[in-house]
T-cell receptor
Framework: QKEVEQDPGPLSVPEGAIVSLNCTYS??????FMWYRQYSRKGPELLMY????GNKEDGRFTAQVDKSSKYISLFIRDSQPSDSATYLC???????????FGAGTRLTVKP | DVKVTQSSRYLVKRTGEKVFLECVQD?????MFWYRQDPGLGLRLIYF???????EKGDIPEGYSVSREKKERFSLILESASTNQTSMYLC????????????FGPGTRLTVL
């Protein structure tokens, strides 16, 4: 079993839809949770960074962590074609150099 | 604008060749990383460095070595390239104060024939 599981998709939604991206994990020690966005032919860029459980909102993006279920989510409201990218979850037990990445979910938002 | 740059976007090499991938960051970051990215497997850490001349093995170091002679530069070396090293290679850097916030380069697509 992989430490971090992420459905690779692909996921295709119409413009304006609410998108839900998810990851599950097995290591209960994880307490730092990140979402990276990767456009085609580019490197990943950090989108959201949360610590422990709870929600964090940034504009149209909301990151949610449920440590009891070992489940994290990224919600995108009013999705735009410019949101089309691969979204990778990442997590670590400590704020150190040991991060574990999901495989990434490829999202397409159609105009 | 902060930047991580990688020496090549695309590289084609033959089996057995020695391959050098270079990465430069301009953010004065202490930490630098080399990952490979393969479909369905996500990013896997090859090596990282937390200081000049210091290095630590990641999850898949076999067949690779690294060099960090200057703070801003981190090189990945494939001593004898093999076809199973065909992949996307991503370099990243982060500060010692916030190591989880990694900044990535654009990647090098390496094909070994």
């Amino acid at each position: 079993q992989k430490e971090v599981e992420q459905d690779p998709g692909p996921l295709s939604v119409p413009e304006g839809a609410i998108v839900s991206l998810n990851c599950t994990y097995s290591n209960s020690a994880f307490q730092y949770f990140m979402w990276y966005r990767q456009y085609s032919r580019k490197g990943p860029e950090l989108l959201m960074y949360t610590y422990s459980s709870g929600n964090k909102e940034d504009g149209r993006f909301t990151a949610q962590v449920d440590k009891s279920s070992k489940y994290i989510s990224l919600f995108i409201r009013d999705s735009q074609p410019s949101d089309s990218a691969t979204y990778l979850c990442a997590m670590s037990a400590y704020n150190n150099n040991d991060m574990r990445f999901g495989a990434g979910t490829r999202l397409t938002v159609k105009p | 604008d902060v930047k991580v740059t990688q020496s090549s976007r695309y590289l084609v090499k033959r089996t057995g060749e020695k391959v050098f991938l270079e990465c430069v960051q301009d953010m004065d970051h202490e930490n630098m990383f080399w990952y490979r990215q393969d479909p369905g497997l996500g990013l896997r850490l090859i090596y990282f460095s937390y200081d000049v001349k210091m290095k630590e093995k990641g999850d898949i170091p076999e067949g690779y070595s690294v060099s960090r002679e200057k703070k801003e530069r981190f090189s990945l070396i494939l001593e004898s390239a093999s076809t199973n090293q065909t992949s996307m290679y991503l370099c990243a850097s982060s500060s010692s104060g916030n190591p989880n916030e990694q900044f990535f380069g654009p990647g090098t697509r390496l094909t070994v024939l």
